[in-house]
């Protein structure tokens, strides 16, 4: 598919107008009266799907811990999360976090090897509860497929 007239999806690093901007607040603090809000929140929701084929639609921003309560110890941990963005019926991006241990270790070899990156768009499906083999618990069951936009339909 080398078409010159292909157009592509391209993730920009700096340039975007996603970029969270700052300010150097020992200077001059500009009005923030005409300040645009950008059309992400970053409040993370975290995701518990509840039925087998529930699912997602997806960008991939990163893995990272994050503090949650321990169900066991009623404790905070650190638990390693998977945060993606969801787009919202007006169109606006929201974050959407899940620690299923199960669904982080399936994704963290591709993004290890750079198969999946930040923005990487995918389709998460809940495959409901499997019972371990190794103890008396029973884990998440997931489907993590890859989507494609086609840009010359999207408006």
Request: some cysteine; hydrophobic content about 35%.
């Amino acid at each position: 598919m080398d078409d010159k007239n292909e157009k592509k999806l391209v993730l920009r690093d700096s340039d975007s107008s996603l970029e969270v901007q700052t300010i150097d607040l020992k200077g001059a603090i500009p009005s923030l009266k005409d300040a645009q809000e950008l059309p992400v929140d970053l409040c993370g929701n975290y995701w518990t799907p509840e039925n087998p084929g529930e699912f997602k639609k997806v960008i991939f921003l990163e893995i990272k811990p994050q503090k949650v309560l321990s169900q066991s110890t009623g404790e905070l941990i650190d638990l390693d999360c998977v945060v993606f963005a969801e787009q919202n019926d007006k169109g606006d991006l929201v974050t959407v976090i899940n620690g299923s241990i199960r669904l982080v270790g399936s994704l963290q070899p591709y993004v290890e090897s750079g198969t999946i990156k930040h923005g990487t768009m995918l389709k998460i499906t809940f495959l409901g509860k499997r019972k371990n083999k190794t103890n008396a618990n029973f884990s998440d069951n997931w489907s993590v497929k890859p989507m494609r936009i086609d840009l010359s339909a999207a408006g």
